[in-house]
């Protein structure tokens, strides 16, 4: 069975930094992609970050430089770091684990618990 444990939410203030981390188990960790989604009050959930397999990275637009993803598989931890948080960053954000890839060619999907982040004016 597939779980991913996050943790590192919280409040600070803006400008301020958090680090996202979500461990998974029950699967192999270097053949899965990871990302990091967020849900704002009112809004769909939208993807934050995504760190392949292969290393590769992808970042929302509104991202901007300011996150960092990054991942060991020896440790079966992804992490997001987040620096000059503002308001319109809070959320609660999800990690997301995707493979690893299925002879039919899907990717399964599993999700952490969430994680609020809250960032004050």
């Known amino acids: 069975q597939v779980q991913l444990v996050e943790s590192g939410g919280g409040l600070v203030q803006a400008g301020g930094s958090l680090r996202l981390s979500c461990r998974v188990s029950?699967?192999?960790?270097?053949?899965?992609?990871m990302a990091w989604y967020r849900q704002r009050r009112g809004n769909a959930r939208e993807e934050v970050a995504t760190i392949f397999s292969s290393f590769s990275t992808n970042y929302g637009d509104f991202v901007k430089g300011r996150f960092t993803i990054s991942r060991d598989n020896t440790k079966n931890t992804a992490w997001l770091q987040m620096n000059s948080l503002m308001p319109e960053d809070t959320a609660v954000y999800y990690c997301n684990a995707a493979g690893p890839l299925q002879p039919t060619g899907l990717k399964p999907n599993y999700w952490g618990q969430g994680t609020q982040v809250a960032v004050s004016a």
């Open positions: 029950g699967t192999l960790f270097r053949n899965i992609d």
